[in-house]
T-cell receptor, first 113, second 115 residues
Framework: SQKIEQNSEALNIQEGKTATLTCNYT??????LQWYRQDPGRGPVFLLL?????KEKRKERLKVTFDTTLKQSLFHITASQPADSATYLC????????????FGTGTRLLVSP | GAVVSQHPSRVICKSGTSVKIECRSL??????MFWYRQFPKKSLMLMAT?????????EQGVEKDKFLINHASLTLSTLTVTSAHPEDSSFYIC???????????FGQGTRLTVV
């Protein structure tokens, strides 16, 4: 069966450390993968997109890797801040003609001062 | 990034009434918009894909007669929850994409409560 797995338990880290979140998928062949941030009661906010032929993408303190052999993406936040506390969602993009996204369940990140 | 505006952000309605939710792409043309539903502490569940000028494509298990979707222009899609029941209470979110293999931008979501 098709699955997208993100750690359902909250990730607690201290301010200044690097947070690493994982996204594993099974029985999908995504053309691209996206990471979103979602705060309670709000819609997701786009962070990064990485395509199947890309290994790594960076944006400021954020870094995403995409390993299509392992079927895994890692999302890193360096020098984390309490303001980074949120739920982070990964989403697989398929070339279905409709650019359909399939979301993981998200991982809650808590950065303590 | 691009802006997608969703309205209303919160709505409370009585059982049996209908509620319309609007989703607008403010600074780009979205040939395709998506409607999601999200339950507490759960991920987004795709309900339907909306293409401008054509009928929406619904995901399996989603009642098309209950969740009416209209995509009248390149910047506006609407979701109407008809004959709402308490079990329809949820967080509804729309998204829009400007092109193939591009990022999706989301509206701020609509919290629907049916009493």
């Amino acid at each position: 069966s098709q699955k997208i797995e993100q750690n359902s338990e909250a990730l607690n880290i201290q301010e200044g450390k690097t947070a690493t979140l994982t996204c594993n998928y099974t029985n999908y062949s995504p053309a691209y993968l996206q990471w979103y941030r979602q705060d309670p009661g709000r819609g997701p906010v786009f962070l990064l997109l990485i395509r199947e032929n890309e290994k790594e993408k960076r944006k400021e303190r954020l870094k995403v890797t995409f390993d299509t052999t392992l079927k895994q993406s890692l999302f890193h936040i360096t020098a984390s801040q309490p303001a980074d506390s949120a739920t982070y969602l990964c989403a697989l993009g398929m070339n279905t003609g409709f650019q359909k996204l399939v979301f993981g369940t998200g991982t809650r990140l808590l950065v303590s001062p | 990034g691009a802006v997608v505006s969703q309205h209303p952000s919160r709505v409370i309605c009585k059982s049996g009434t209908s509620v319309k939710i609007e989703c607008r792409s403010l600074d780009f043309q979205a040939t395709t918009m998506f409607w999601y539903r999200q339950f507490p502490k759960k991920s987004l569940m795709l309900m339907a894909t909306s293409n401008e000028g054509s009928k929406a494509t619904y995901e399996q298990g989603v009642e098309k007669d209950k969740f009416l979707i209209n995509h009248a222009s390149l910047t506006l899609s609407t979701l109407t929850v008809t004959s709402a029941h308490p079990e329809d209470s949820s967080f509804y979110i729309c998204s829009a994409q400007g092109g193939m293999n591009t990022e999706a931008f989301f509206g701020q979501g609509t919290r629907l409560t049916v009493v």
